[in-house]
C-alpha cells in the first residue's frame, strides 16, 4: 500500500492550498493529520469510507474541507483562510478495514498506512 501526498508549499496567511492524497485501492476512512515543529502529530480531519462523513479538529472546522474521489483513489484537504499556525508537515492515512460505512477516526491507532508527508508553510 502506497499513499503519495502533494500539493504543500508557501503560501501567505489568508491563502489558500489543496493537498492531494493518492492510494491503492481501499475501502479505508482516510484521514490528515500534521505536525508542526516541536510538537506531535495531530488530527486535521477524516472522511468516511463513502464520503459520506467527515470530522475536523477545532482548530480547523470552517477552514479546511476534506473530500475523496473514490473512481481517482484520491483524497483531497482544501485549506483556506491558512494561518502561520497552520505551518507543518502533513500527512494522510488510511484507516484500517472497518465494516462500518460511516466510521471516522481521529486517533492515530486507528491508522494503519501513512503516507511520506508534505511541507505546509504559511509565512509572509
Given at each position: 500500500?502506497?499513499?503519495?501526498?502533494?500539493?504543500?508549499g508557501?503560501?501567505?496567511p489568508?491563502?489558500?492550498?489543496?493537498l492531494?492524497c493518492?492510494?491503492s485501492t481501499?475501502d479505508r476512512?482516510m484521514?490528515?493529520?500534521?505536525q508542526?515543529p516541536g510538537k506531535?502529530?495531530?488530527?486535521v480531519a477524516?472522511?468516511?469510507?463513502?464520503?459520506?462523513?467527515?470530522?475536523?479538529?477545532?482548530?480547523?472546522k470552517?477552514?479546511?474541507t476534506?473530500s475523496?474521489?473514490?473512481?481517482?483513489?484520491?483524497?483531497f484537504l482544501?485549506?483556506?483562510t491558512?494561518?502561520?499556525?497552520?505551518t507543518a508537515?502533513y500527512?494522510?492515512a488510511?484507516?484500517?478495514?472497518?465494516?462500518r460505512t460511516f466510521?471516522?477516526?481521529?486517533?492515530?491507532?486507528s491508522y494503519a498506512y501513512?503516507g511520506?508527508?508534505?511541507l505546509?508553510?504559511?509565512?509572509?
Amino acid at each position: 500500500v502506497q499513499l503519495q501526498a502533494s500539493g504543500g508549499g508557501l503560501v501567505q496567511p489568508g491563502g489558500s492550498l489543496r493537498l492531494s492524497c493518492t492510494w491503492s485501492t481501499l475501502d479505508r476512512a482516510m484521514g490528515w493529520f500534521r505536525q508542526a515543529p516541536g510538537k506531535e502529530r495531530e488530527f486535521v480531519a477524516v472522511i468516511s469510507r463513502r464520503g459520506s462523513q467527515t470530522s475536523y479538529s477545532d482548530s480547523v472546522k470552517g477552514r479546511f474541507t476534506i473530500s475523496r474521489d473514490n473512481a481517482k483513489n484520491t483524497v483531497f484537504l482544501q485549506m483556506n483562510t491558512l494561518k502561520p499556525e497552520d505551518t507543518a508537515v502533513y500527512y494522510c492515512a488510511a484507516a484500517f478495514a472497518n465494516a462500518r460505512t460511516f466510521w471516522t477516526p481521529v486517533q492515530e491507532t486507528s491508522y494503519a498506512y501513512w503516507g511520506q508527508g508534505t511541507l505546509v508553510t504559511v509565512s509572509s
